[in-house]
């Protein structure tokens, strides 16, 4: 029996992230904060795997009048402990620490970088995400920025 090293750990927690893979349509809306308008938001999100088992997230919005593309991709960093994700895209680059866990006998996906986080809670049987975004305002607090529900429309 061969022992368990890094790279398999790597891969299990890769693995992990099966639940996100696919299409998912993302709809909600943008919350009134800094004086910024409640925009909608219509989304297709699709996760895929890359090479080496990471995952590709491709965005594809409008969020109101603005048209948001982009791509982020997801990898293990066992150092940590945890995902780390990097986003470019039209709106800008950011960088992400991310945990998939459980709540309430749900799993959930979280994300946050130094002026956003993300609480994404999958139904029983993984066809739906709720969540919510989170904004640090004028460094002081954070506030409650985006409501959205992903529903998956393909694997």
């Known amino acids: ?72 991709l997801i990898g293990y ?18 960088g992400y620490e991310a945990e998939l866990g459980e709540a309430d006998g749900r799993v959930t996906w979280t994300m946050r970088s130094e002026r956003t986080r993300f609480t994404g809670t999958f139904n029983d049987d993984g066809t739906v995400i709720t969540g919510f975004w989170k904004l640090l305002v004028d460094g002081s607090g954070w506030e409650r920025w985006m409501d959205i529900t992903l529903t998956k429309e393909r694997r």
């Open 77 to 94: 960093v066992p150092e940590r402990g945890r995902y780390a994700t990097q986003y470019f895209g039209n709106d800008g680059p950011t």
């Open 1 to 72: 029996m061969s022992e368990v090293g890094e790279g398999d750990d790597v891969q299990a927690a890769l693995d992990r992230l099966e639940p996100l893979v696919g299409a998912w349509r993302t709809r909600g809306s943008v919350r009134a904060t800094g004086g910024q308008p409640v925009a909608a938001i219509d989304a297709i999100d699709t996760y895929e795997r890359v090479p080496g088992g990471a995952l590709l997230h491709l965005v594809d919005a409008h969020v109101g009048d603005l048209r948001v593309e982009g791509a982020e």
